[in-house]
């Protein structure tokens, strides 16, 4: 109980702050401060709104909010998200295009479980979906899953992986963002040697961790400035009565949003004023660059308190994936037993992140892989944020990793075919014992 009373008074603090700012824009709105020869009262409504909008945010879960495409027909086709499999932590989602034939290009996202939603990656989505079949992992905020349902950590996030591989079949195309990326080269590895025929088609790794020591960051040097000890007593909480999860440990969202903002206190500072003036001005719109940043970026999600620490421990300080000595489920997984999944890694010179070299690094663990199925890119002038989701990524690294997909296809078809066979005789056998069981 000592850490659920601070995790109810970091959400009073937020419930406060939005109820203040809808109370501002309520005062400020009435009619009768138009007949005020002043802006004070524009101000204060205009203050009001941004506040409410920021502070709402920070407990609403985004919408993928994707309604359509245009098709190489050039109709509009309705895009409809669908659940594939669903667990506890985390499901695994088809933006299944209506009326479309399938496509042949199928790429899972792998997004971050890193403080914010799968919706991260909703513009890396939308690129994808006029060229590909695009399923995504659509991790769970752990405030709203019961204590009953049990742990979550590093090694339950990697069966995770393998059990989403394993249904959508070996022609799959894997794409890891940041965080996942060495826990979904452990995922594949781990299949390569114990599920050989569900491996993926291929791997990319984007701006991921896979050698945290290779290349030093502000991410980096705190994970080891702060013993385990002191992260756990500082920044792991208990959920409050308000949640479903109540008493599961956790690292909130909104500890690590304060400590994210705290970094460009000045420039988010800034912002926020720029936005009231706009507002107060009538130059401001519910979907105008500010909004559309500020209400992904203010969307965050508590992690498992296990998920994180083992996080911090194992990939960080310990560096068990640079060094090939991951356990998973009591199997030490061997990434050099990966022969047989092309890998390209991505990363961005202006990477604050995850620096040049810190993603790379999964190449030279790959020595059971020949060279012809390895590559890399390096953008320049390229930062986190855009080699999945910015400019970069539109302009150049989507075609790359496209017609890195398209020069290794094919290659598991056989293995997909047998597979999906299999799967529907299956079906069919169970629906025949069905049906006979209703006669």
């Known amino acids: 109980m000592?850490?659920?009373a601070t995790y109810d008074l970091m959400e009073t603090i937020r419930?406060?702050?939005?109820?203040?700012?809808?109370?501002a824009a309520a005062i400020g709105s009435y009619p009768a401060t138009a007949l005020v020869p002043n802006p004070f009262f524009q101000i204060m409504?205009?203050?009001g709104e941004v506040t409410e909008r920021s502070f709402d945010r920070m407990v609403t879960k985004p919408d993928w909010d994707i309604e359509n495409i245009v098709g190489e027909d050039g109709r509009d086709h309705v895009v409809q998200v669908d659940a594939l499999v669903e667990r506890p932590f985390g499901d695994l989602i088809h933006f299944?295009?209506?009326?479309?034939?399938?496509k042949s290009r199928r790429v899972l996202l792998?997004?971050?479980?890193?403080?914010?939603?799968a919706t991260l990656l909703l513009s890396t989505v939308v690129s994808l979906l006029p060229d590909a079949e695009v399923y995504i992992t659509d991790w769970h905020n752990a405030r709203d899953i019961p204590v009953s349902k049990g742990k979550f950590d590093i090694e339950d996030y990697t069966l995770y992986l393998v059990d989403f591989m394993r249904h959508l079949g070996p022609d799959i195309n894997v794409v890891a963002v940041c965080q996942p990326a060495p826990l979904t080269l452990a995922a594949t590895a781990y299949l390569a040697e114990l599920d050989p025929e569900a491996q993926p088609q291929t791997l990319t790794l984007i701006g991921g961790p896979i050698n945290p020591d290779a290349a030093a960051t502000d991410v980096t040097d705190f994970g080891r400035r702060v013993t385990m000890g002191q992260l756990e007593e500082l920044a792991i909480q208990r959920v409050g009565f308000k949640y479903k999860g109540v008493g599961r440990m956790v690292y909130p969202g909104l500890l690590q949003l304060a400590g994210f903002m705290s970094m460009n206190a000045e420039s988010h500072s800034k912002a926020f004023s720029s936005q009231v003036m706009r507002v107060a001005k009538g130059e401001a719109s519910d979907h105008d660059k500010h909004n559309r940043f500020y209400d992904e970026y203010l969307a965050v999600m508590d992690m498992t308190a296990e998920f994180y620490l083992s996080t911090v421990e194992r990939v960080f300080k310990n560096s068990e994936i640079a060094q090939n000595s991951f356990i998973v489920n009591g199997h030490k997984v061997d990434i050099a037993a990966i022969t047989d999944v092309a890998v390209k890694t991505v990363e961005g010179t202006r990477d604050d992140i995850t620096a040049p070299g810190q993603c790379i690094a999964a190449?030279?663990?790959?020595?059971?892989?020949?060279?012809d199925k390895k590559a890399s890119h390096?953008?320049?002038g390229a930062g986190h944020y855009g080699i999945f989701a910015g400019k970069s990524w539109r302009n150049n690294i989507r075609p790359l990793v496209l017609s890195f997909i398209d020069q290794n296809a094919g290659r598991h078809a056989a293995q997909a075919a047998k597979k999906r066979n299999k799967t529907a005789s299956?079906?069919?056998a169970k629906l025949k014992v069905v049906k006979a069981a209703g006669e």
């Not at 419930?15 to 109370?23: D, I, V």
């Not at 299944?96 to 399938?102: A, H, N, S």
């Not at 190449?363 to 060279?371: N, P, V």
């Open 378 to 380: 390096v953008e320049e």
């Open 363 to 371: 190449l030279d663990l790959l020595t059971g892989l020949s060279d």
């Open 426 to 428: 299956a079906k069919n």
């Open 15 to 23: 419930n406060t702050n939005q109820w203040l700012g809808a109370t």
């Open 96 to 102: 299944k295009v209506v009326g479309r034939p399938e």
């Open 2 to 4: 000592r850490y659920m």
């Open 110 to 117: 792998v997004a971050p479980m890193s403080g914010h939603y």
């Open 45 to 47: 409504a205009a203050w």
